[in-house]
C-alpha cells in the first residue's frame, strides 16, 4: 500500500461532534458548514450486521435509550433519539448508517476517515464487514476513505477482506516499540497518534520511513500548527469553529 496521504490536513473529530450530536449526519453537516472536507467517525455493526455511526459499545451516552447497541437491530436503533442529549434544536436525531454517510460525503466532496469501532468481542467480525461495505460504497471514488482502528485484530481482517483500502493503527498511549513491525504486518499506511504521546523524534522517524502521521485530538491551534510544522500529515481536532481550513490553511 503506498504511504500517500490524498486527505486534507484538518479532520473533523465525530464530524463537529463538540457542537453537534457527534457520529451523527447534523455532526458532519456541521463540520462541512465550517469548511472541512474530511470527517473522522466511528463504526460498528448492529445486530443484524448493519455498520452504523457510534462510539461507545452502548447506546447509553448519546440516546435515550440504553443497551449495547451489538444486540439491537438496526430497527430498534433507528427507534432511539440521538440528538436531544446534544441540544434540543437536535432532537430526534436518527442514528446513521455507513451507507447513508457515504451518500452524503461522497456528493459533497468530504473525504472519511472511517475509525473501525467493533462492540466487544466482534472485532473480527466488524472489521470484515465495515471493510467490505466501505470497498463497495466509494466503488469508484477518486480518494478512498482511510479505514483506522485501534483493534489490530480488526485491521487485520480489514486487510484481507479489502487489501486496497489504505488503513492506520490507531494508537492509545505511549507508542510500543515494535511500531514498525505491526505498521508492516498490518499493512498499514502510518499511525494515528495521541497528540499527547507525539513528539518531534517520533514525527521524523514516522516520516522519514515513509509512513503517514494523523495526530487526536487536538484542540489548541499553536498545538495544531506545531504538529503540521513537524511534518504530520493531519490533525484531527473537535474545534471546528476556530481550527479550520481558513485559520490554518
Known sequence: MPPNWPYPKLIAHRGAGLHAPENTLAAIRLGARHGFTMMEYDVKLSRDGVAVLLHDDTVDRTSNGCGRAGDMTLKELAELDFGSWSANEYAGESIPTLASIASYTRANGIRSNIEIKPTTGSEAETGQQVARLAQRLWTGADVPPLL???????LAAAMKEAPLLPRALLIEDEIPEDWEDRIKRLG???LNLNHKYTTLPLVQALR???????VWTVNDMARA???LEWGCNAVVTDEITHITPATLP
Open 225 to 227: 500548527q506545531e504538529l
Open 148 to 154: 483506522s482502528s485501534f483493534s489490530e485484530v480488526a
Open 208 to 214: 522519514t520511513r515513509g509512513y503517514t502521521v494523523a
Open 188 to 190: 498499514c499506511a502510518g
